[in-house]
């Protein structure tokens, strides 16, 4: 009985530390320059693209939005790192 509980719990936890930024979107790169209410925005959608091509023009336009923001407000932003969509792909959220 343990074990059929532990399993789904595993799985659930793998996934939120594999992807923990959109759980509430405050820790996604260039947060600091959006709106709360963009960011709950961003966390709420991330997780629910469809398609690679749907992540990918979402994330392109979300990083060009920011660095727009931060060149109006003379703010350096890190470097993009890591692949939000190419998680999704591999935890079977996106084909």
């Known amino acids: 009985m343990k074990k059929?509980?532990?399993l789904p719990f595993?799985?659930?936890?793998?996934q939120a530390l594999a992807f923990p930024w959109y759980s509430s979107g405050d820790n996604v790169r260039g947060a600091e320059l959006m709106a709360p209410q963009e960011r709950k925005d961003?966390?709420?959608?991330?997780p629910n693209m469809k398609s690679m091509?749907?992540?990918?023009?979402?994330?392109?336009a979300h990083n060009l939005e920011l660095d727009k923001r931060a060149k109006e407000r003379?703010?350096?932003l890190p470097?993009?790192?890591?692949d939000p969509c190419a998680v999704m792909k591999?935890?079977?959220r996106i084909k």
């Open 53 to 60: 091509d749907e992540c990918r023009t979402f994330m392109s």
């Open 10 to 14: 595993l799985l659930y936890a793998g």
């Open 42 to 46: 961003y966390a709420s959608r991330l």
């Open 79 to 82: 470097p993009i790192s890591g």
């Open 74 to 76: 003379g703010v350096t």
């Open 4 to 6: 059929r509980l532990i």
């Open 90 to 92: 591999t935890l079977g």
